[in-house]
């Protein structure tokens, strides 16, 4: 009975690993699983987009958002990455604007056919933006003639805004950020003397969408105005930026606060540049996790046997995640063993570093298997 099981498991992958292209094969996991981010600041001083290593705070790249003759931007407040097309979009301030300044334009930038594209006007006077998970662009006004900070929907296709409600108004320096759960936080003032800068967090209880609670400060974030805020999804902490100077800090959402760095310029805005990336060779890995995406399951036994099987499949990134047997070789009684071990009560389980204790190196290392990549960290 339990042969018979195996039996039509193994079949039932083989028939998959017939039929899948190598295209459909690749899309069962992310070899490499590693991601590098990197911050993208930019200034309402200048045109340019900098690329800084979130670690030093240092200048890897610049790019200018102007073309001359064409369009001449003055300064860039805020910037924000489309969650599904990866381009950027930026508040930008023109020379020579068909509409009165000193309101912006939305401006989109696409950073793999290096091409832009001034979306529309504004028609507000708007300070910093963020996308939502779906991809629906917010933004923040500085204070208006009628004393508040409108929160607004910007659209993608003509710059135009969608009121959502209003702040009471700041002496400047408006920034919000989605933070987890998309909730909205704001970060404002500091600007005029005697005032210190205030971060506030949306209150669901309230009638109105603006609605908000304070969050309390230390003295070292009201000792200067708010420059930017920026929440990092992967840390849950917000990057805080001040104003003189350009010290940043990680700040959680009750206020406390962590020294980062100190940014090389002014920044009026922060978006977090995240790409995958194959990861470096390393010891530790998951026996049975051949797709490498942190689990094991009957897609790595599909992974597995197309790379024996199916020329141009996507190769093993980790030649000992594939040795399911611990036996030091990779072929198909790997498969066998890693269905036996999915499907059939009492098999013989995978081997350590298995699923279930984690990453780790290969405690049995005598054979010549190696990682050239890996999931684990």
């Not at 790249?61 to 599904?84: C, K, N």
Request: charged share 15%; hydrophobic share 40%; net charge negative.
């Amino acid at each position: 009975m339990k042969s018979n099981i195996l039996l039509k498991s193994i079949a039932t992958v083989m028939l998959l690993c017939m039929t899948l292209t190598t295209s459909s094969l690749e899309a069962q996991g992310n070899p490499g699983g590693c991601f590098i981010t990197t911050f993208l600041t930019v200034s309402d001083q200048d045109d340019v987009v900098m690329e800084i290593d979130p670690d030093t705070l240092a200048v890897i790249s610049e790019t200018p958002m102007s073309i001359t003759g064409a369009v001449e931007v003055d300064g860039l407040r805020g910037i924000a990455i489309h969650p599904s097309t990866g381009n950027w979009f930026m508040l930008a301030m023109l020379s020579a604007p068909p509409s009165p300044a000193p309101s912006p334009w939305l401006l989109e930038y696409d950073p793999i056919n290096l091409t832009l594209n001034l979306v529309g006007f504004t028609v507000l006077d708007f300070n910093d933006l963020e996308f939502t998970e779906s991809g629906e662009l917010r933004a923040i006004t500085n204070t208006l003639t009628t004393g508040d900070s409108n929160y607004c929907e910007l659209s993608t296709i003509t710059g135009g805004p969608l009121d959502l409600c209003q702040y009471n108004g700041s002496d400047g320096g408006d920034s919000i950020a989605l933070g987890a759960g998309e909730e909205v936080f704001r970060a404002s003032g500091g600007w005029t003397v005697g005032s210190t800068p205030q971060f506030e967090r949306q209150d669901a209880t309230g009638p109105n969408n603006c609605d908000s609670t304070m969050i309390p400060l230390s003295a070292t974030l009201t000792a200067q105005p708010i420059r930017s805020l920026t929440y990092w999804d992967d840390e849950d902490v917000f990057i805080w930026v001040q104003a003189n100077d350009f010290p940043a800090y990680l700040v959680g959402a009750d206020g406390q606060e962590e020294l980062l760095g100190t940014f090389p310029s002014d920044v009026n805005g922060i978006a977090l540049l995240t790409i995958a990336t194959p990861c470096p060779p390393g010891d530790a890995f998951i026996r049975g996790d051949c797709n490498l995406d942190l689990g094991v399951n009957v897609a790595d036994a599909v992974f597995l046997l197309s790379s024996l099987f199916i020329p141009g499949a996507t190769p093993l990134g980790c030649r000992d995640s594939g040795d399911v047997n611990d036996d030091g070789g990779v072929n198909v009684a790997d498969a066998v063993f890693l269905l036996s071990s999915l499907f059939i009560p009492g098999a013989t389980p995978i081997p350590e570093p298995n699923i279930q204790s984690g990453c780790g190196p290969d405690p049995t290392d005598t054979d010549t298997l190696q990682c050239d990549q890996t999931s684990c960290p």
